[in-house]
């Protein structure tokens, strides 16, 4: 398969707590993206990290890549009611300028 | 800038009738992404596109589904003779120049078929 599994399906956590998702892969990668997807909406890109890269920080989100494990995770700290949504990670097959996504974590941030 | 296109927004069709959804991508973007996600799912990729070129179609029903991008004009995705589980959401997205690292996506078309 090209596409990540993203653990856990759903998270429930109240406000100002962190998140932490995760995607676990079975190809070779030359980066992996995260995106974001609010109810009814297209995605939005959250952040990219780099095959070569262990961790990258954007405003409150923190990512890591662990490319022994072919796993990333993203944090999202003090999260905040507006954070609620679902969050995929996405897979560049290399040599190929395509993009698979996940199945995705649906977070609920409850104020 | 406006961002990715995609219309209509909602479409209905009835079993065996055709469906075609449009998607105009960003200013200067070539290449376009299609994708269907069924509720509660992640998103399936369908097939990527060059200006008239399909470069990628390997998630593409072989049967009924086909998608083109012409010099001029919108991407289109077409559905013929649909089907109850054609029912979905799908999202065209758009990149510059094939570049995979960040791709701009439309609010979707859901298209329900009775």
């Known amino acids: 398969s090209q596409q990540g599994e993203e653990d856990p399906q759903a998270l429930s956590i109240q406000e100002g707590e962190n998140a932490t998702m995760n995607c676990s892969y079975k190809t070779s990668i030359n980066n992996l993206q995260w995106y974001r997807q609010n109810s009814g909406r297209g995605l939005v890109h959250l952040i990219l990290i780099r095959s070569n890269e262990r961790e990258k920080h954007s405003g409150r989100l923190r990512v890591t890549l662990d490319t022994s494990k072919k796993s990333s995770s993203l944090l999202i700290t003090a999260s905040r009611a507006a954070d609620t949504a679902s969050y995929f990670c996405?897979?560049?097959?290399?040599?190929?300028?395509?993009?698979?996504f996940g199945t995705g974590t649906r977070l609920t941030v409850i104020p | 800038n406006a961002g990715v296109m995609q219309n209509p927004r909602h479409l209905v069709r009835r079993r065996g009738q055709e469906a075609r959804l449009r998607c105009s991508p960003m200013k200067g973007h070539s290449h376009v992404y299609w994708y269907r996600q069924l509720p509660e799912e992640g998103l399936k990729f369908m097939v990527y596109?060059?200006?008239?070129?399909?470069?990628?179609e390997s998630g593409m029903p072989k049967e009924r589904f086909s998608a083109e991008f012409p010099k001029e004009g919108p991407s289109i995705l077409r559905i013929q003779q649909v089907v109850r589980g054609d029912s979905a959401a799908y999202f065209c997205?758009?990149?510059?120049?094939?570049?995979?690292?960040?791709?701009?996506f439309g609010s979707g078309t859901q298209l329900s078929v009775l």
């Open positions: 596109l060059q200006k008239e070129n399909i470069i990628d």
């Open positions: 996405a897979l560049p097959p290399n040599g190929a300028n395509n993009l698979f």
């Open positions: 997205a758009s990149s510059p120049q094939g570049s995979n690292e960040k791709l701009f």
